[in-house]
Structure formats: C-alpha cells, structure tokens
C-alpha cells in the first residue's frame, strides 16, 4: 500500500473454503496489526472473498501484520500475511515556466521521495538521487518537447515505478523554408497539380500567396493548371509574433514547348549517332590507304599471329 497522507487503502483477500459448508453461514474476521476491520463478504458457491478498507497515514510506514480468521461452527481456518506500507507519491515535474518566448532559458526540474531515486529522461545522465535537474535555452524545435521524470523505489525487496510528464510550449515567430515551401515550380499546361506551402510558427501563423496583389494561389488545392497561374508570388506568414514573406514562381509548359524539347533531343540522338559512324568510317577508310600504301612501296604486311601459349 502507497498512502500519501489519511487515505484509504483497499485490502483484498480470497478464502476457499473447500467442503467446508454452508458457505453462508462463515464468519470472517480480519486484523491489520491491533486495528480490527470490517470486511464486507461476498458469498460463493463453496468460497468467499473479504474486502475491507482502512485509513493509514504516512506516520504508520513499515511493516505490519495482517490476520484473516475464517470461522464455521467449531471449526476456524486462519492465515497471516505481512503488509509493507509505504508512501510514494508520484514524481514531480517541475518547469519555470509551462510556456516561453524563443531564446528563453529554461529550468526543468523533477523531484521525488527522499529515498527514491529518478530519471530525467530526455536530458544528459545524472547521478542517481531523488532530485534531478537541468537548464535550457528554448528554441522552436523545443515546442511540444515532453520532459518525463520515472521514480523508482525498493519497496520489501521490490522496484516500486511511477512517472510523470510535462510538456514545454515555446512561442516563436513565422517561419518559411524552402523545404516546406519551395520557390520554384514547373508544370505542364492542363495537368493537375496541388501546390504546397507550409508555414512555421507558435501561434500557428496564417498565410497568403498572392501575384500582383491580388491574384491568389490555391495552396493545398488541387487545380487545372493554365497560363493565368504562371508568375511570381509574394507569400506572407502573419501571426501576432511577426511575419515573413518568400516569393514563389510558377512556370508553365507548353505542349509546344514540351514538344520543341522532344524534338532537340532527338536531334542530339540523331546527331550523335552520326557523328560515330563518320568517326567509325574515316577510321576504316585510313587503315586500307596505309596498307595500301605499303605494299606500293615494297613493305611486306606484318601478318597477324596469336601467340603460342606456354
């Protein structure tokens, strides 16, 4: 049992009687140490089970015994069982402040029962005590960041855990990359394409995109892409932090475009092919003037051989 403070602590036990019957007509008896209880009893077919609650304080810690007697007519069946009371409250997580600014420094702090011991997870190894601690400097990526704290205790020869988590908010301006929000886009005429733009901030900043002023871009829509969409963008995140802004543009491909493109490139291909061949036959046409030569001026041909292997 854990109490923290006056608290009731429910005690469970089960009897089996076996063949000793009626069942209903078992008297229970049960005692924590001098504190006779008051069970309330559940009757079986041939067992019984016993529940009694009893209000124990941190001053009552340690090891008392606990009596349960099961009387029907002269005969009574009786067991004992130590019970370790203990108190051990959850850890405590404590923050300097639940909610900061970008560039604030920060005190995380978890603190549990003198005797336990606790792990501050997330943060660098500490020696081991019922305190732990460390300092921050808050930056975005520490927005939503749970700090858990886990408490262990040895209770009667066993590991008793408990935790607790606390999560840090920090608040920051808007924010707009290029992965998130890329600068250039290229599509083809009359595809559907779906353009994305992911502003960054806490509070989360509201963002427009507009050419000219007044011309919007349909971020996250899919749309039938046309000559009006093309142009540049001047994208806006606003929040109460701040705003920044990132200019977009939007290209567009023509059929013709696309099918000039194709046209190069088969010429390249063509072009190339050609140009190996031309190469492959001058190649051929200067070897058969050099033998030529050669056997006009008396040069006997040095035949081919394949040497003789070993």
């Excluded at 090891?63 to 067991?79: A, D, N």
């Excluded at 005797?115 to 501050?120: E, H, M, Q, R, Y």
């Excluded at 929040?239 to 802004?245: A, I, L, N």
Aim: proline letters at 8%; aromatic letters at 6%.
């Amino acid at each position: 049992m854990a109490p923290s403070g006056p608290q009731p602590a429910l005690l469970t036990l089960l009897v089996l009687l076996g063949a000793l019957l009626p069942v209903s007509e078992a008297r229970v008896y049960l005692a924590l140490g001098d504190q006779k209880l008051n069970p309330t009893v559940t009757y079986g077919n041939n067992s019984l089970s016993a529940k009694a609650s009893v209000k124990v304080t941190a001053e009552e810690e340690g090891t008392q015994r606990l009596l349960c007697s099961v009387m029907l007519g002269t005969q009574t069946q009786e067991t004992r069982q130590t019970v370790t009371i203990y108190s051990f409250p959850a850890p405590n997580v404590i923050l300097t402040e639940p909610e900061v600014s970008e560039g604030t420094e920060v005190i995380v702090k978890c603190e549990a029962h003198s005797t336990a011991k606790v792990t501050l997870n997330g943060v660098p190894a500490q020696p081991p005590g019922p305190r732990a601690e460390f300092l921050l400097k808050a930056t975005p990526e520490d927005n939503g960041r749970s700090f858990s704290c886990s408490a262990t205790l040895e209770v009667a020869g066993q590991l008793v855990h408990k935790n607790q988590t606390r999560e840090l908010r920090v608040l920051y301006g808007p924010r707009l990359d290029e992965k998130d929000c890329p600068g250039n886009w290229t599509w083809p005429e009359n595809s559907q394409q779906t353009p994305m733009c992911q502003a960054w901030g806490n509070p989360l900043p509201q963002l427009k995109c507009l050419k000219d002023g007044t011309f919007p871009l349909p971020i996250g829509k899919s749309v039938t892409v046309t000559r009006d969409l093309e142009g540049t963008y001047l994208c806006q995140a606003r929040s109460s932090r701040g705003e920044v802004t990132r200019e977009v543009t939007v290209n567009v491909l023509s059929p013709q475009y696309e099918m000039v493109i194709i046209i190069v490139v088969a010429a390249a291909v063509i072009l190339g092919i050609a140009g190996v061949a031309t190469y492959l036959y001058n190649r051929q046409r200067k070897i058969r003037k050099y033998r030529l030569q050669q056997v006009q001026n008396g040069t006997p041909m040095k035949p081919n051989t394949q040497a003789t292997p070993p």
